[in-house]
C-alpha cells in the first residue's frame, strides 16, 4: 500500500508536503466549522503559510536525510523504547527542553545582552507564529455571547469565557503587539550589537546575519503601526498599512524556511543529545583503547562510526579499531608517529627518521654511525685509527 503510493509521487518529500497541506486543510475545515468563520481579509496569509509549510517540511526531509540527523534519529527512536531508560529520558527531554529552549541558558552562557536579545527574539517569533497561524488556518476565533462576554473558540469547541473588556480579553487581543514589542527590542538590541561589536563586524554576512533582522524589523514595525493608526491616529492610512504588513508577513513566511530563522524548528530536537549520549550528567563512559581513560559516551562513538561508515571515511586501523575508538590525547600521538614514519619499530635506530615530506630528524639523542657521513676512504682509515687508539693521535 504504501509502496504504490510512494510510486504517485515524485519524491517521499513531495509525498511528505501533499499531506501536510491535506492535514492542514482538514484542520481549517473544523477549525472554522466546515468554513463558517473563515476570514477572507486573511487569505494572503494563508496562502503564505501553506508556502511556509510546504518549506519547512522540504527542509526538515532534507536534514533529516543527512546522516548524522538520521544517526540521531535513530538512536533516539531505539531509546525512547527501552523501558529501562524511560525514566531517565523524560527527565532529561525536560531538563533540556527547560533549560535550553524555554530559559534558552546556552546563550545566556555567551554574555547577558546576547542572552536578552536571543530571548525576546525567539519568544517574540514563537508568540507571533502562533498567533498568526491560529487565526489564518482559522484554528481559533471570538463569538460574542452578550455584549459584555466573549468566548474563545478552538477547533470548534468553547473554550475560555472572558469579560469584553476585562483585564484578561485586553492581553488576548494585544497578543500580537506584545510579542512584536518583544521582537523590536530584540531585534534593535541585536541591530546595535552587530553595528557596535568590531569583532562580529568582520565576521558577518548581510544577507545571512542582517536581512533576517531588517525583516523582522520590517514586520513588527508595519504590524504596530497598524495599532498605533487605529488607536491613536483615528485609522489614518490604515489600508494601505494593512497591505504593507500583509506583504512584509507574506515575504518573511516565504523566506523562513530556506534562511536562517530555519533553526527556530529544529532547536527542539538538540533535546536528543543529552538523552542519547550522557548515561549521567557530564559523566564519560567510553574507555579509550589505548590507555584506558574513558572519554566519551559509548553509544555516541558507535554512532560516530556508523555515520563515517556510511559517508565512506575509512578510518578503520590495521588492528581492527578506529581512531574514534581512542581518547584525543592518544589520537594526536599517532597522528605525529605517522607523520614521523614511527608507527613500528626504526629498522636503524642509530639514522636520522625519514618522515613523509621528505625532512629528516636526528635520531632522538641516538649516536649516528660513521657510514651515514659517507666520509672519503682516507678519512674513514683516519677515524679508524682514531678509535683504535682510545681516543689519542699517535
Known amino acids: 500500500m504504501m509502496k504504490t503510493m510512494e510510486r504517485s509521487f515524485y519524491s517521499k518529500t513531495s509525498q511528505y508536503a501533499f499531506f501536510i497541506v491535506l492535514f492542514l486543510l482538514f484542520t481549517i475545515w473544523i477549525g472554522t466549522e466546515r468554513f463558517v468563520h473563515f476570514d477572507m481579509a486573511l487569505m494572503g496569509y494563508l496562502l503564505s503559510s501553506f508556502i511556509f509549510a510546504i518549506g519547512i517540511t522540504i527542509r526538515m526531509s532534507a536534514w533529516l536525510l543527512r546522516p548524522a540527523t538520521r544517526q540521531v534519529v535513530k538512536r533516539s527512536f531505539q531509546n525512547l523504547k527501552q523501558k529501562d531508560r524511560q525514566r531517565r529520558n523524560i527527565r532529561s527531554i525536560a531538563k533540556t527542553a527547560f533549560e535550553n529552549i524555554f530559559l534558552q541558558k546556552f546563550i545566556f552562557k555567551r554574555g547577558i545582552y546576547r542572552g536578552v536579545q536571543h530571548f525576546l527574539i525567539a519568544w517574540g517569533c514563537m508568540g507571533s507564529l502562533a498567533i498568526t ?79 533576517p533582522l531588517y525583516l523582522l524589523l520590517a514586520v513588527t514595525v508595519s504590524g504596530l503601526s497598524l495599532t498605533v493608526s487605529y488607536v491613536l491616529l483615528e485609522g489614518w492610512m490604515h489600508h494601505y498599512l494593512t497591505l504593507i504588513h500583509q506583504v512584509t508577513v507574506v515575504v518573511f513566511l516565504v523566506y523562513f524556511p530556506f534562511g536562517k530563522l530555519f533553526h527556530l524548528p529544529i532547536r527542539p530536537l538538540a ?45 578503520q586501523l590495521a588492528d581492527g579499531s578506529f581512531l574514534s575508538d581512542y581518547c584525543p590525547a592518544c ?12 608507527e613500528t619499530s626504526l629498522q636503524e635506530k642509530e639514522k636520522p627518521i625519514s618522515t613523509i615530506n621528505g625532512m ?24 679508524e685509527k682514531y678509535k683504535n687508539t682510545g681516543g689519542t693521535k699517535k
Open 133 to 211: 497561524f491560529g487565526l489564518t488556518f482559522g484554528w481559533m476565533h471570538f463569538e460574542l455571547v452578550d455584549p459584555e462576554t466573549y468566548v474563545i473558540v478552538v477547533m470548534g469547541m468553547e473554550t475560555i469565557t472572558m469579560a469584553a473588556h476585562g483585564l484578561f480579553a485586553e492581553l488576548v487581543y494585544n497578543g500580537l503587539n506584545i510579542t512584536a514589542t518583544m521582537v523590536l527590542i530584540g531585534v534593535t538590541m541585536a541591530l546595535v550589537r552587530r553595528i557596535v561589536n568590531q569583532d562580529v563586524n568582520v565576521t558577518q554576512r548581510a544577507e545571512f546575519d542582517l536581512f
Open 271 to 315: 533535546t536528543a543529545v543529552p538523552m542519547n549520549y550522557q548515561e549521567e550528567w557530564k559523566v564519560d563512559t567510553k574507555p579509550c583503547h589505548s590507555c584506558g581513560t574513558v572519554y566519551s559516551s559509548t553509544d555516541q562513538i558507535s554512532d560516530v562510526q556508523a555515520i563515517l561508515q556510511v559517508q565512506s571515511f575509512d578510518l
Open 331 to 342: 589520537r594526536r600521538r599517532m597522528r605525529v608517529m605517522k607523520q614521523l614514519n614511527m
Open 360 to 383: 629528516h630528524l636526528s635520531g632522538f639523542s641516538k649516536e649516528r654511525t660513521d657510514d651515514y657521513y659517507q666520509f672519503p676512504e682516507h678519512v674513514e682509515k683516519e677515524l
